[in-house]
Structures are given as C-alpha cells and as structure tokens.
C-alpha cells in the first residue's frame, strides 16, 4: 500500500523568496511521483513526474523535484516565488507494478507575500 | 483542443434529490476517474473505469453511481443516499490504468452544493 504526506498545510513565503514544499512517500514498490497545482475552483494541473533515469525533475513554471530514495521523499522547489505561484499544490504516488493506484498527498497551501 | 469538460460548474440541489454529473473527455483515453474534494482532505477516489462497460468502486463509492456506455464519457450521479453530498468533484482521465507511469488529466471540476 502507497501514501503521501505533505509537511505543512499551509506555506507562507515572501515573493523573490525559495519555494520547499514537502513531499514523503511510503511505497512497497519503486514509487511514480508527481506534483500537481490546482488554482482556486479549478482542476488539477500536472506540474512535474518521476517514473525513472534522472532523480532531479524538472517542470513547468520553474518547478522542480528530486527523488531521494534514501529519503523517500520528492520535496517540490522553486528558486523565487510569484505571486501567481499562490495555489494549493499536491504530491501524488503510483504503484510500479500494479498497475495505476494515484494516492494524493492532503495538499500544500501556498501564499505568497509581496 | 483535447482535453476534459466538466459540466455544469456550479450546482444546487435539494436534499433527496439524485443529480448527475457530467465528464467529457477527447483524449482517447482508456481510463477515467472520479474523486471527491473536501478541504483540508486532498482527493479520494470514487469510482474509475479501465475501459467501455467495465467500472470499479473506489474508496468511497456508497450513495454514488456511475456508467461507461462511450469511451468519451463517465457520467457521475450522485444518489439520495449520499449523506454529505456538498463537495467538489473533479473528474480525470488517463491513457490507461495499467501502468503506474501514466498521469491523470484532470477537469475543471463540478461544484455540488446539496441543501
């Protein structure tokens, strides 16, 4: 069985700043990884995946992940925050082998201060 | 344009009434998926559909019901006997539900307020 947690409900960072979302996951099997932004009363958008090769991703918007197995982690970063960055964002994992079985992280509020 | 319509954006019902709600998607995906967003709770799957006839029950099925007569289409009712039925749904699809790999597209979700 797979889960995610998200450490933080809600981040706060000033605009210009770092952006570190926190992403841990528990998987009986090699994890997809994934990150997902959904804006106010809207869907989902993907903004980056892991499946395999490189343990650093990168993604839309000037996000960007790294799986650290060792860790069992895939924290969310992005150098310096826009205001339009604000939104709630979601780490998910997969199975590898069993097929397709998304399990969705409770969501990370971001807030971003001008 | 591909991608996944959800309609309406905004519904109301009265409290006993089924109401259904509509998912569209021209991907030519294989799979299709319903989830439930409260907040503070992330998603939770309600029901998905690997292929044409063919459904499954998520995680929280009880008071819902779906159907899968087109590939194009995963309509979802919500029943009498869902007994906290305001929520936000959002349906996604994805090429096929075999590999892990394969992310989930997502609609632009229908809000379900139930009075």
């Known amino acids: 069985a797979q889960s995610v947690t998200q450490l933080g409900s809600h981040v706060s960072v000033s605009e210009g700043a770092l952006v570190l979302l926190r992403c841990n996951y528990s998987?009986?099997?090699?994890?997809?990884l994934f990150w997902y932004v959904q804006y106010p009363n809207q869907g989902l958008q993907l903004l980056l995946k892991y499946t395999t090769g490189a343990t650093l991703v990168k993604g839309i918007n000037g996000f960007e992940a790294e799986f650290k197995k060792s860790e069992t982690s895939f924290h969310l970063t992005k150098p310096s925050a826009h205001m339009s960055d604000a939104a709630e964002y979601f780490c998910?994992?997969?199975?590898?082998?069993?097929?397709?079985?998304?399990?969705f992280g409770p969501g990370t509020r971001l807030s971003v201060l001008p | 344009d591909g991608g996944i319509t959800q309609s309406p954006k905004y519904l109301f019902r009265k409290e006993g009434q089924n109401v259904t709600l509509s998912c569209e998607q021209n991907l030519n995906h294989d799979a299709m998926y319903w989830y439930r967003q409260d907040p503070g709770q992330g998603l939770r799957l309600i029901y998905y559909?690997?292929?044409?006839?063919?459904?499954q029950k998520g995680d929280i099925a009880e008071g819902y019901s779906v159907s899968r007569e087109k590939k194009e289409s995963f309509p979802l009712t919500v029943t009498s006997a869902q007994k906290n039925p305001t929520a936000f749904y959002l349906c996604a699809s994805s090429i096929s539900r075999t590999s892990g790999s394969y992310e989930q597209y997502f609609g632009p979700g229908t809000r379900l307020t139930v009075t």
């Open positions: 559909s690997q292929i044409v006839n063919d459904f």
């Open positions: 998910a994992v997969s199975a590898s082998h069993y097929g397709q079985n998304f399990v």
């Open positions: 998987s009986s099997v090699p994890p997809y």
